[in-house]
């Protein structure tokens, strides 16, 4: 019997990790990083720093800026799900829309 249970947690444990192995694989983040996260790491690179126009304390759309990061512009690149997932998308479209503006990035 105490047998049983533990071969039954070594298997569930077993198939936790492969699930996880599988997630680490296709790149995708475990949890959803937050808005102000992917501006920092992603975003921020450009807008703010003379590269981009600057887009916080805009009220741009939402659905502007879910298209902007879809497709793409001239110099500004388009990222897939795999780079910033839907969920993430959604969130920091949101947060860029409601966003106050930075004094300290630069541009215009
Ligand atoms: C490699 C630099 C770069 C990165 C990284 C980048 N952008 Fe841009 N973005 C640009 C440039 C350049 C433009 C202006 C494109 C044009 O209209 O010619 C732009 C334009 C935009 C616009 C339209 C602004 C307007 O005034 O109409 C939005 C919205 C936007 N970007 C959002 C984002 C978001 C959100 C991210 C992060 C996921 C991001 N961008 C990452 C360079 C970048």
Redesign the pocket.
Known sequence: MRRTVLIAAALVMAGAGTAWAAGQQLGQPLAPRSPEK??AS??????GTN?????LG?H?PAV??V???RE??????A?RPTE?SNGE?EA??RW?EASAANPQEKGQ
């Open positions: 992917v501006y992603t975003c921020g690179y450009c807008h590269v981009g126009p600057i887009i805009r741009l502007t800026v298209g902007m990061v793409g512009r001239n110099a500004m690149p990222f910033i998308l920091l479209s860029v």
